[in-house]
């Protein structure tokens, strides 16, 4: 976190805008307060900070948005360190394409020591586009996102992803259906450290499964029972197609056998999803 507050310290602001810094701690120990305390001195703008007891990941963004008082809310993650122009890009990319929402570029930075397969893999790369390339929903530990439109259509995180993760993504695609204009930011960059205990194949693999369940729940919270039932025939048709190719590639690629492995678990979760429903936890 204060590698995080740093960062923000040394941000450039475009002119004529104002900031505050608030920090939403979700541990019931409040142990972040120690560090506002020993930065609020010298930090160059205002630092406020906030608890939430509740171990929700949802609960702790959503005290993030009643605490908010400005036009727009750029989002920040603890483990995340920001480019000195990152909120320039954000803004001026919002102003430029007229967007409720951007998502700007996240890049993963791993520990010493680091297994070769997990960076040849590329495994934590996210998805980038061209900037102002319009999206249907993202994540929000790199984004600007206009407070006043969440204001008028009375949106919050969903607290039944509080322990699962994908509260973002189906905020924001909750607020693309409702007309909301979504863009991505390719020079609005911060970077990510990976922790060493993700570094593993059973996180790799316990985590495309529960990507794969959050998207169906948010994306098929409206449909009816015969898209539900679509998805799930077309999810388990690519399932058994992926998986043929991962079984062929196994003696001959390694890589291409782990990648074919993981989007198959994706095609689990989302058949998974919709059969049974149950949630695979990442956050407790």
Known sequence: MRQTLDSIALLVIPQGVSIEVLVVDNDELQSAKAI???????????????????????????????????????????????????????????????????????????PDNTPAWIKEGNYFSRKTHKTGTEVSSGGSGCTLINRLFLEKHQLKFDLSY????????????????????????????VHESVERNRLTLSYLKKRAVRIGQTYARYRLEQATVQQKFLFAVKNLILLCCISIVSLFSYPLNKQLFLKCYLKALDKYGKVASVLNGKKVELYK
């Not at 608890?51 to 809310?73: F, M, Q, Y």
């Not at 699962?164 to 905020?171: H, I, K, M, N, P």
């Open 162 to 189: 509080g322990t699962t993760g994908g509260e973002d993504v189906q905020l924001f695609y909750r607020m693309f259906r409702l007309g909301a204009k979504l863009v991505f930011c390719k020079e609005a960059i």
């Open 36 to 110: 506002i305390d020993a930065v609020r001195r010298d930090f160059p703008y205002p630092l406020n900070y906030y608890s939430e007891p509740v171990k929700n990941i949802a609960a702790a963004r959503n005290k993030l948005l009643e605490a908010a008082n400005g036009d727009w809310i750029a989002s920040i993650d603890d483990d995340e360190v920001a480019d000195p122009l990152w909120l320039a890009a954000l803004t001026a990319t919002a102003d430029h394409y007229s967007a409720d929402v951007v998502f700007g570029h996240v890049i993963a930075d791993f």
